[in-house]
T-cell receptor, first 114, second 115 residues
Framework: GAVVSQHPSWVICKSGTSVKIECRSL??????MFWYRQFPKQSLMLMAT?????????EQGVEKDKFLINHASLTLSTLTVTSAHPEDSSFYIC??????????FGPGTRLTVL | AQSVTQPDIHITVSEGASLELRCNYS??????LFWYVQSPGQGLQLLLK??????LVQGIKGFEAEFKRSQSSFNLRKPSVHWSDAAEYFC?????????????FGQGTTLQVKP
């Protein structure tokens, strides 16, 4: 139980285009999901907290207009990187809150912007 | 400020040897404590967690961790390491009003296992 999936697992896009990443809780409902960014050989950096049916809460320094988050259902949250640039290339990981106790993580999405 | 410190960036142990990964936190109250493992190019897998009760918690893959309030520590241990344990290990602390909420992660410890 408590499985979280992400799609796609990797994506390559051209500079200036937008990319959408999906995060799904497969066997449980999650009112809260989280989006992280991880640079090589570094720890996870929380970008935003996604709450079902309400606006996401962004961490300081994260551009909300660049990283659009939508949590339209109890099992799906999406992160859209708008007008992507090479500096947005990174590993993006989502997690879902299971029963108000524990975060379970997706497998991550590798984004490369050319 | 709240923080999590994993003092060891890189640890190498021989297969079959014991392992201890250190984690210290800074917080005024008892937080919720987690250890996660990340294999290359993968997401994070929960190894174990501590919310309250017995300070020695058992996790998956033969791992255990002990919460020591006096030392503000939550060290991860395994009596005999297997080659498949080579990975990145993250200690995380939850400071939200509920049992989860935001997590603050340590810098991570890379475990290398020698044959």
């Amino acid at each position: 139980g408590a499985v979280v999936s992400q799609h796609p697992s990797w994506v390559i896009c051209k500079s200036g285009t937008s990319v959408k990443i999906e995060c799904r809780s497969l066997d449980f409902q999650a009112t809260t999901m989280f989006w992280y960014r991880q640079f090589p050989k570094q720890s996870l950096m929380l970008m935003a907290t996604s709450n079902e049916g309400s606006k996401a809460t962004y961490e300081q320094g994260v551009e909300k207009d660049k990283f659009l988050i939508n949590h339209a259902s109890l099992t799906l949250s999406t992160l859209t990187v708008t007008s992507a640039h090479p500096e947005d290339s990174s590993f993006y990981i989502c997690s879902a809150d299971f029963e108000g106790e524990t975060q379970y993580f997706g497998p991550g999405t590798r984004l490369t912007v050319l | 400020a709240q923080s999590v410190t994993q003092p060891d960036i890189h640890i190498t142990v021989s297969e079959g040897a014991s392992l201890e990964l250190r984690c210290n936190y800074s917080y005024g109250a008892t937080p919720y404590l987690f250890w996660y493992v990340q294999s290359p190019g993968q997401g994070l897998q929960l190894l174990l967690k501590y919310f309250s009760g017995d300070t020695l918690v058992q996790g998956i893959k033969g791992f255990e961790a002990e919460f020591k309030r006096s030392q503000s520590s939550f060290n991860l241990r395994k009596p005999s390491v297997h080659w498949s344990d080579a990975a990145e290990y993250f200690c995380a602390v939850g400071f939200g009003s509920s049992n989860t909420g935001k997590l603050i992660f340590g810098q991570g410890t890379t475990l290398q296992v020698k044959p």
